[in-house]
C-alpha cells in the first residue's frame, strides 16, 4: 500500500482531501504567511477527527513573500492579491523533504480548477514538479488529485461532512476569519453553495 502524506493548509480543499485520501501524514507549513497560526490549528483540529498523523514545516520566508498572505503590496505581474512568488513550488518542496523523511512514496497537494488563475497553479505546473521530484533520490510522486474540481464540486465528490468541513480556515490575513479577503469570500460562498450557509 502507498504511503501518502497530503501539504495541508486547513482549507476548505485540504480538509475535503484529507476526509476522502485519509492520508498517513498531513504536513502543515508555517512559511511566515499571516494566516498561519489559524491554518495550523485548523489542520490539527481536521487530522485529530480523522486520525491522521500531522508534522508542522516551520521555515520562515516572509520576507520573499508579497501580497495579502505576506502583509505587503502585490508585486505589479501578480495575477491575484494573494499571489506569493514561487509558493507552490516552495510548499512542495519543503513539503516533499519532510515526507520523504517520513518514509513516504506520494505527496498530495489540494489545488483546485480555480487556482488556475496563477501559473503555479495549473496541472502543467504540477506535472513538471511531479517530474522534477521523480528525477531525485527517492522519486517521491506528487499528485494533484482534486486539480479538475472546483471547491464546491470536489466537497460534494467526496461527501466531506459538515463537522469536518467546519474546522477548515481559509483567511488570507489572519488567524481568524477577516470575512473580508478573496479567502474568506471564496469561503463564505463556497459554503452557502453547499448549503451550510448559517454556520
Keep these: 500500500m502507498i504511503r501518502r502524506a497530503l501539504l495541508l493548509s486547513g482549507g476548505m480543499d485540504s480538509t475535503a482531501l484529507a476526509w476522502s485520501l485519509r492520508p498517513d501524514l498531513g504536513i502543515t507549513i508555517d512559511y511566515g504567511q499571516l494566516a498561519a497560526p489559524g491554518e495550523i490549528r485548523a489542520s490539527a483540529a481536521v487530522c485529530q477527527a480523522l486520525g491522521i498523523q500531522h508534522r508542522v514545516i516551520r521555515v520562515d520566508c516572509r520576507s520573499l513573500g508579497s501580497g495579502d498572505m505576506a ?70 510522486v506528487l499528485e494533484a488529485p482534486a486539480v479538475e474540481d472546483t471547491t464546491v464540486s470536489l466537497c460534494r465528490r467526496v461527501a466531506v461532512p459538515f463537522e469536518i468541513l467546519a474546522w477548515s480556515h481559509s483567511c488570507h490575513i489572519s488567524e481568524y476569519a477577516c470575512g473580508r479577503c478573496r479567502g474568506c469570500c471564496k469561503h463564505r460562498e463556497s459554503m452557502r453553495e453547499l448549503g451550510h450557509g448559517e454556520y
Design 71 to 140: 502583509g505587503t503590496n502585490s508585486l505589479a505581474f501578480a495575477p491575484v492579491s494573494e499571489w506569493w512568488p514561487f509558493r507552490n513550488q516552495l510548499i512542495i518542496t519543503l513539503g516533499a523533504a519532510a515526507a520523504i523523511q517520513a518514509g513516504m512514496a506520494c505527496l498530495a497537494i489540494a489545488a483546485v480548477a480555480t487556482d488556475s488563475s496563477h501559473s503555479d497553479g495549473r496541472h502543467e505546473f504540477f506535472e513538471k514538479m511531479n517530474q522534477l521530484l521523480q528525477m531525485q533520490e527517492g522519486e517521491i
